[in-house]
C-alpha cells in the first residue's frame, strides 16, 4: 500500500511539474510575440512619423553641379595638378562633378596621352570643334551637354546647375554648393558680374572665371538660334548677350565679392584673400597657387604616417 501511495504522489508530482512547464512555456511565448510587434510597431512608427527623416549622405538627394573646365589637349600638367586640388574637395550637400573640356585632337601624341587619360580618370569632354577661345568653343560646349547625359540612366535632369570655368580659377566646392543652395533651380544666371564695380547682375554679364546656369537655360542654348547666330567675341560677354536676348534668366546671382581675382597686381577686381571665398580667379603661376592653397588650409586633412614627414 506504501508503495503504491508513493507510485500516485510521483505520477501527481510529475503531472503538476508539465503543467508549470507548458504555462512558463507559453508565458514566454506571449511575452516574445508581444515584443515582436511592440519591435514591428517602433519600426513602422518610425517610418511614418511625423517627426522629419535622419538626413542622407546620399549626395544624389542635394544638388548637382557640372563644372567643364575649358582648357587645351596639351595641358596635361594643369590637368593633372586640377585633379588634385578638386579631388581632395568632398563638398556636403551636392555632388560637384569637374570636367575638363577642349576640342577635337590634332596631334597623334594626344591621341595616345588623352586616352590614357580618360581610362583612368574619366573627366574629360571632347567637342566636335577647331580649338579656339571666342569663335565658338563656349557655345559648344553648352548645346553638346543635352545630347551627353539626356536619355542617360541617371536623374533628371543629369544636373540642376552647369558651370563653365578657367583653368586659372580655383574653385572651393563646399562653398559653391552653399551658395546655390537657397537658389533656384531654373532660369538662373550666377557669377561674377561685370563690370567689377558693378553689382547688378541684370547689367552687362558674368566673368568669365566661372559663370553658371540652371539646367533648362542649358537646353535652351542648344534649342535657339540666338546663340548659334551670334559667336564671335569675348566669350563672357557673348554669353551675356544671349541671355539678354533671349529674356532668359529672370533669377540671378552675384557672387561678388566671394568670387574675384588674386590681389596681385591690385586692381578693381581683386581684393585680399578672404574665407568667405568660393573662387579665386588669375592664378597664373605656381607661386600664386601656392599662396592661396597655403591660404585655405588645403593639406590641413593630411594624415600622420611613418611614411613622410613633411613639417
Known sequence: MKSSNNRRHFILSSLFFIVFLCVLASI??????????LGQCAIINSSTSDEPPLPSNDTDEGIRILIGILTLPDQYHRRHFLRMIYGTQTPVGGRVDVKFVFCNLTKEDQKVLVALEIMRYDDIIILNCKENMNKGKTYTYFSSLPEIFNGSDGPNPPYHYVMKGDDDAYFRLQSLVNSLKPLPREDLYYGYVIPCRSMDPFVHYMSGMG???????VEWIRASDIPKNHLEGPEDKIFGDWIREGHRAKNRYNAKWSM???????TTCTHELWPDTIAVHLLKNQEKWIETLKYFNVT????????????
Open 28 to 37: 514566454n511565448e506571449l511575452r516574445f510575440d508581444s515584443l515582436l510587434k
Open 211 to 217: 559663370y553658371l546656369v540652371s539646367w533648362d537655360i
Open 260 to 266: 574675384y581675382n588674386f590681389p596681385v597686381p591690385p
Open 300 to 311: 590641413d586633412n593630411l594624415k600622420p604616417s611613418k611614411l613622410y614627414h613633411i613639417p
